[in-house]
C-alpha cells in the first residue's frame, strides 16, 4: 500500500461548490503539507501542519482551509471553487528529516 | 523576482547523452538542495538530497552545489529513457518550509 494516499484521484466541480480533498498516510510523520501544481509555476504551498495543533499558511492560502484530523490525516477544503483553482493537488509529509518530503499521487481537480 | 528559478524547457536529448538541469536561487540562506523527479501522473519523489557546497553522485546522477554563485545543478550521464519526467529543484532553510523550482520537462529520446 501506498504511505501517503489521495482521495479522490479525480474531481470535476462547478464554480461556487464546496470541495475536500482528504490525505492519509502510514509513515508516521509529524508534518503535512498540501501544494498546488499548476503548468510553469511549478509546486506552490498552500498549507502545512508541524503537527495536530500547529498549522501554517503558505504562499497561496486564499480560498483554502484545512484541517488536520490527526497525525495521519490532513484536509484541503475550498469552500467555493473558482475556475482559477483548476489545479493539481499534492500532499506531503516529512519526518525528522523534514526537508525530505513523501508526496502523494496527487488529487486533478477541475472547476468548471 | 522568484527565489528559485529554473528553466522550464522542454529539453530532448537522446539516449546516452549527459545531461545538465540547473536552478539558481537568491536566497543565500538555503542549506538544503534537493532534486525531485516526478514521472506523468505521479507525485513527485526525492532523487538527490545535499547540504550546503559540494558534489553528491548516486549512480547516474550526480548534484552539484555552488552556493558562491547560488547555482545548483544535476547531471545524469548515460540517460535513458527511463529518465523522461519532470525534474524539479527544491530548497530549505533550517526547519524552514521548501521552495521548489518550476521543473523541468526532460524526455530521453531512444
Known amino acids: 500500500d501506498a504511505d501517503v494516499t489521495q482521495t479522490p484521484r479525480n474531481r470535476i466541480t462547478k464554480t461556487g461548490k464546496r470541495i475536500m480533498l482528504e490525505c492519509s498516510q502510514t509513515?508516521?510523520?509529524?508534518?503535512m503539507y498540501w501544494y498546488r501544481q499548476d503548468p510553469g509555476l511549478g509546486l506552490r504551498l498552500i498549507y502545512y501542519?508541524?503537527?495536530?495543533?500547529?498549522?501554517n499558511k503558505g504562499e497561496i492560502s486564499d480560498g483554502y482551509s484545512v484541517s488536520r484530523q490527526a497525525q495521519a490525516k490532513f484536509s484541503l477544503s475550498l469552500e467555493s471553487a473558482i475556475p482559477n483553482q483548476t489545479a493539481l493537488y499534492f500532499c506531503?509529509?516529512?519526518?525528522?528529516?523534514?526537508?525530505?518530503?513523501?508526496f502523494g499521487p496527487g488529487t486533478r481537480l477541475t472547476v468548471l | 523576482q522568484k527565489e528559485v528559478e529554473q528553466d522550464p524547457g522542454p529539453l530532448s536529448v537522446p539516449e546516452g547523452a549527459i545531461v545538465s538541469l540547473n536552478c539558481t536561487y537568491s536566497?543565500?540562506?538555503?542549506?538544503?538542495f534537493m532534486w525531485y523527479r516526478q514521472y506523468s501522473r505521479k507525485g513527485p519523489e526525492l532523487l538527490m538530497y545535499?547540504?550546503?557546497?559540494g558534489n553528491k553522485e548516486d549512480g547516474r546522477f550526480t548534484a552539484q552545489v555552488d552556493k558562491s554563485s547560488k547555482y545548483i545543478s544535476l547531471f545524469i550521464r548515460d540517460s535513458q529513457p527511463s529518465d523522461s519526467a519532470t525534474y524539479l529543484c527544491?530548497?530549505?532553510?533550517?526547519?524552514?518550509?521548501?521552495?521548489f523550482g518550476q521543473g523541468t520537462r526532460l524526455t530521453i529520446n531512444p
Open positions: 506531503a509529509t516529512s519526518g525528522d528529516r523534514y526537508n525530505e518530503q513523501f
Open positions: 509513515k508516521g510523520h509529524d508534518r
Open positions: 501542519s508541524f503537527d495536530v495543533k500547529d498549522i
Open positions: 536566497n543565500s540562506a538555503f542549506q538544503y
Open positions: 545535499t547540504y550546503s557546497s
Open positions: 527544491a530548497m530549505g532553510q533550517g526547519a524552514q518550509k521548501l521552495v
